[in-house]
């Protein structure tokens, strides 16, 4: 049965915001004042500047002491900004926080309908009414608290991770920091030498994973993956795979050099972006950690060579299950370097044409003259925006790293390696920051730069030597300009690495890019909508290793926020069950996408109990109760009913 | 503010914020939350920054003062933290402990907090009208002034420069809140850590002559066109300043003291191209019939979503033409004259626009690094607060237990500043921990 709203004899305020002019440009708010204080149980209403502001805040604050309120209703934004904000207000009120209700006339209104401000305003009118219904029926709710675990699962040992890890621990935070890979490093690990401050990938990489051995609190896992995901907030149950590396200690490293040598297996290696051959019992550099190899089964031919050389050597080791209990989850899952596509400037049909990552492991490993495939290379063309801007691919955003990161390796190539003729065929350069200074120096110490427009890509011409790209340069008044060149660099962009399984495990939204999204970029930039689960590095979007660090590092600070409390409240806005109702069909059950309702046995029949620390009041329980006996708090059957009419009548 | 908070007498707190714009309060709500004692000083009337004063911001386009209010009441009603605006940071030393101490002068605002109630009976009454510095001069205020509608505080002040004297304020106010005999206040407090979060100042184009050295009426800078979009904006439209005429041809002039040796700024200043592009797109919303060409040296949409953003922009018709500005005249009708090699052309160009805004950068607001005394608080290059270990202690200064967060340390968008100050808050934090632990420690151990 629906109550009548405007009986419950409650005292409601009311505040129509004008956003500065957001609303009140589209929406007569003072029309919407005068028909909104005629209706029952409406004891003021008001206009406000900026309801969010402090004066604003305080002034509703006294109205609830003064007149006295028994409900609020604020006609802002998106609940999404502010319903903490005025949930706030009401108890500072001495109101219960939930006898408070926000209605949304600015994005779902005054926003939405900008070219007919008579029909917003009427629009303002009805929301605004269903509100004042809804909080007429609202009963005071409390929020549930519940432990929280003092540890964290930080998926990926990149510098973000490994970075994040050393904070967390010296914040008092148990770590298991999970690394798909057999070895901890990341992308950087594969870098060389870095532009601003010409550190090394590697240099950085073992100052850190020194600093994650010493710290007893952090449990690294390589060659691990989550497999499994239960729980929420201050309490995920967490599986994790940890493949074998067919390889333990104890060994002594000659042992594992012969053991290497005497292999007889060779694939391309990955690390070296298959510039390089490997063994199937391996290592990527003389420092890698953790400092053991690791044996490739799926190159592996079990010669048992290896055997002969060193007794660490275990081709029967099986992987593990374990599981852990963690408060928080942090994804610093990382990037992978864009794959262009065969014939895309000549890749793979030219063995000259390479991908930036490849130039950045072969000025790792070149020694003296810079030579490829044997010859000796004195012109270079960068051509940029590869993947990454694209006009008709999938890729349209900008890798950000690139520019920087790309012109600090031409300095490079021209001052340790004596290139002469250097080509950056851009698309609009963008050193920004201080990173305009490299800018500068490249293009005074005659580096060429040619620049082409969106829709006239360069042409890459392979077919005879030397190769041959032609571009119609912008900054030469579109004079076309051929550069012959004996090395065609592609600047290849970031793309999201794949982790279809991770992401479906832990629901991880994603934007539009593809890369893991924020709640918001300036208001929540770290956290997710899964609450409790943060990210951080290039697994977000593109950034350089210095951005990555800030992230890594502001997300700790939100992980520390919530679980140095020992305990984290809940929504008390959850399912709730009328065991009087139930007949036990099951439907809730299947509905469930968190796994928060169980059934039980009664004296009677068996009926459905939500696990309260699991729901997180989503609703897509109730419509499908046939005896409606399954309702979710602050949200109840009665109270939406009652906002409909009050909407269309 | 608690009530425990303000009445201890100890003034020993565990970190002090300078600056209380949206590196500072973002730094300052991080620490409370991890269960820290913040105090924040500001040098202005309020809090809230530059952010506070902006239109709606890039890429996302949400209205500014809508996503800084929330922040800024929060910081001013957290128990841990403690603001102290219209104040400066006069000097620190550090003790034997390893601990900082900081002397904090409070200049009056002439009004007593607790009795004004922000009723700006005071701003009617008063007879004298200056600049408002809060709409970067297109509009006055008076000398009693309530800094701008969303201040937090929300209450009034004094301008005593440019007051007269005259008590009409004083006759006005109801509560008897305005008080000329307010002195300067000076707090002294201990704490275990600092963030220094004092942003950046605005390259003043009155230095570049080859652009009218501001005596061009109708070039207006960047923030000034911000502040003719805000929700609070002045005229409700876009107007010129030299005549009130509604402009329909504007041109945006980019890099205008930034990317340029000759002024002695040779970086770029990372937001420019961005907001420039942002306030195209609004001023098209607030001016449908204008013409909005920006002129460019390259287009530096890097951060997420950004060039998906110019290309919205191109889509709607921002003209962009690639070429440097060499020269604004000014016409007889007010109009403006702009030449340029256009480089798409290779030719040089001039044409006439009714308003330029110049899409001023970023530099470093020093002064910080006079306070320490003997120690040395070091600045790079470019004289922003130097980042020593900027790949895996980004936001750490050469002091132990000084950190910098947000402009402070280099050119830098919004969502970078608030990752920095979430970053330099981490930091903090550890220090403060492993400080502590080692006071205790020495206290502890028998000598």
């Keep these: 049965m629906i109550k009548e709203p405007n009986f419950t004899g409650k005292r409601i305020g009311v505040y129509i915001c004008q956003c500065g002019s957001n609303i009140s440009d589209y929406v007569d708010v003072e029309k919407v004042r005068e028909e909104i204080s005629r209706g029952k149980g409406v004891s003021l209403a008001k206009i406000t500047m900026f309801a969010c502001a402090d004066s604003a805040q305080k002034e509703i604050v006294a109205d609830i002491q003064n007149e006295p309120l028994d409900a609020i209703v604020v006609a802002s934004c998106s609940p999404k900004l502010h319903l903490n904000t005025f949930r706030g207000v009401a108890e ?127 449990r690294v896992y390589t060659g691990a993956n989550i497999i499994a995901s239960k729980g929420s907030i201050g309490n995920f149950n967490i599986q994790v795979k940890i493949q074998p590396r067919y390889v333990e200690p104890p060994c002594d490293p000659e042992s594992f050099k012969k053991a290497i040598e005497a292999c007889p297996v060779e694939v391309d290696d990955e690390f ?92 790792d490993l070149t020694k003296g003259e810079f030579r490829f495939r044997g010859k000796k290379i004195e012109r270079v063309a960068f051509i940029y925006c590869v993947g990454s801007r ?108 794949v982790n279809t399984e991770l992401i479906s495990i832990l629901k991880v939204p994603l934007g539009k890019d593809h890369f893991y999204n924020e709640i918001h970029p300036k208001l929540r930039p770290v956290e997710t909508m899964i609450d409790g689960l943060v990210i951080a590095g290039c697994c977000q979007g593109p950034r350089n290793i210095a951005e990555s660090a800030s992230s890594a590092l502001a997300a700790v600070s939100k992980v520390y926020s919530i679980l140095n409390k020992g305990e984290i409240k809940l929504e008390p806005t959850l399912a709730i069950v009328n065991p009087a109702a139930c007949e036990w069909c099951g ?63 | 503010m608690s009530d425990d908070f303000r009445n201890s007498s100890l003034n020993e707190l565990d970190a002090l914020v300078i600056g209380g714009g949206i590196a500072g309060l973002e730094s300052a709500l991080n620490l409370a939350h991890m269960g820290f004692h913040v105090m924040i000083v500001e040098k202005d009337l309020s809090i809230g920054g530059r952010m506070i004063h902006l239109s709606k911001v890039f890429p996302t386009l949400d209205c500014s003062a809508c996503i800084t209010t929330p922040k800024v009441s929060e910081t001013a009603r957290h128990p841990n933290i403690e603001i102290l605006n219209h104040s400066e940071v006069k000097h620190i030393s550090r003790d034997e402990n390893g601990s900082y101490r900081a002397v904090i002068e409070q200049r009056p605002r002439y009004v007593i907090d607790s009795l004004c109630t922000g009723c700006q009976d005071c701003e009617e009454a008063c007879p004298v009208v200056v600049k408002d510095e809060y709409q970067y001069n297109l509009v006055g205020r008076k000398a009693a002034y309530i800094p701008f509608s969303i201040a937090s505080p929300r209450i009034a002040a004094i301008d005593l420069d440019n007051c007269i004297l005259c008590g009409a304020c004083e006759k006005a106010c109801g509560p008897g ?217 980004p936001f750490k200064s050469n002091l132990p237990g000084v950190f910098i967060a947000g402009t402070s340390t280099g050119p830098m968008d919004i969502p970078d500043s608030i990752l920095s100050a979430g970053a330099a808050a981490a930091q903090a934090a550890k220090y403060m921990k492993q400080h502590q632990a080692s006071i205790s420690h020495q206290a502890t151990t028998p000598l």
């Design chain 2, 177 to 393: 809140a305005i008080d000329f005999t307010q002195e300067t206040r000076i707090t002294e407090i201990t704490v275990n850590s600092i963030i220094v979060a004092t942003g950046f100042k605005l390259f003043d184009p009155d230095r570049i002559t080859r652009y009218g050295g501001g005596k061009l009426k109708n070039v207006v800078t960047a923030m000034q066109m911000e502040r003719q979009l805000v929700p609070t904006r002045p005229f409700n439209t876009v107007l010129r300043p030299g005549d009130g005429k509604v402009p329909d041809k504007i041109a945006y002039v980019l890099c205008a003291g930034s990317r340029d040796a000759t002024v002695g700024n040779p970086i770029c200043s990372q937001i420019c191209c961005m907001y420039s592009i942002k306030q195209a797109q609004l001023i098209l919303g607030a001016v449908p019939m204008a013409d909005v060409t920006i002129y460019f040296l390259h287009v530096r949409a890097f951060g997420k979503g950004f060039d998906e953003f110019y290309q919205q922009a191109k889509m709607m018709d921002v003209q962009f033409i690639k070429g440097k500005i060499g020269r604004i005249k000014e016409l007889e009708n007010g109009d403006l004259m702009l030449r340029y090699e256009d480089i798409a052309s290779g030719q040089v160009k001039e044409t006439q626009h009714d308003m330029v805004v110049l899409s001023v950068g970023i530099l470093p607001n020093m002064g910080i690094e006079k306070l320490f005394g003997d120690e040395k608080f070091k600045l790079d290059p470019f004289n922003f607060y130097n980042q020593p270990n900027e790949m895996t202690d």
């Design chain 1, 390 to 497: 694209q006009i008709d691919g999938e890729n349209k955003y900008c890798a950000r790293y690139c520019c920087t990161s790309a012109i600090h390796a031409a300095i490079q190539l021209r001052q340790e390696l004596k290139v002469p003729f250097i080509y950056h065929i851009n698309k609009g350069i963008r050193t920004y920051g201080k990173q305009e200074i490299l800018y500068e120096q490249s293009s005074t110490s005659g580096d060429v730069y040619l620049q082409f427009v969106e829709d006239d890509p360069p042409v890459v011409e392979v077919l005879n030597n030397p190769i041959k790209v032609t571009v119609n340069d912008l900054l030469t008044a579109h004079m076309e300009v051929t550069v012959t060149t004996d090395l065609v660099v592609l600047i290849t962009g970031m793309v999201p690495r």
């Design chain 1, 92 to 218: 500072r009120g001495g109101l219960n926080p939930y006898n408070y209700v926000q209605v949304n006339i600015r994005e779902q209104d005054s926003w939405a309908h900008s070219d007919k401000p008579a029909q917003a305003t009427l629009k303002a009118i009805h929301l605004i009414r269903a509100g004042i219904a809804k909080v007429s029926l609202s009963e005071p709710l409390t929020p549930m608290t519940i432990p929280a675990e003092n540890s964290v699962a930080i998926v990926g040992a990149g510098v973000a991770g490994m970075r994040a890890a050393i904070e967390l621990a010296d914040l008092g935070v148990n770590v298991h920091l999970i690394e798909r890979e057999h070895f901890v490093g990341g992308r950087v690990a594969q870098w060389g030498k870095m532009s601003m401050t010409n550190q090394t990938g590697e240099e950085i990489i073992t100052e850190l994973y020194h600093e994650v051995k010493k710290r007893e609190s952090i």
């Design chain 1, 272 to 363: 070296n972006f298959n510039l390089t051959k490997r063994k199937a019992i391996f290592f990527n550099y003389r420092s890698e950690f953790p400092a053991m190899p690791v044996v490739d089964m799926a190159a592996c031919t079990r010669c048992e060579e290896c055997l002969k050389y060193c007794h660490g050597i275990r081709l029967d080791q099986q992987y593990r299950i374990i599981e852990i209990h963690v408060g928080s989850i942090f994804l610093a899952t990382g990037f992978n370097p864009y794959e262009p596509k065969k014939g895309e400037f000549g890749y793979q049909e030219h063995p000259n044409v390479i991908t930036f990552q490849q130039l950045k492991r072969l000025l």
């Design chain 1, 587 to 649: 439907k809730c059950l299947e509905a469930c996408p968190f796994d928060a309702i169980e059934r039980i046995e009664t004296e009677k029949v068996p009926v459905a109990r939500i696990i309260e620390s699991n729901c997180k009041g989503c609703g897509m329980c109730t419509p499908v109760c046939p005896t409606e006996a399954i309702d979710i708090k602050g949200y109840t059957n009665p109270e939406v009913r009652s906002m409909i009419e009050a909407m269309s009548g």
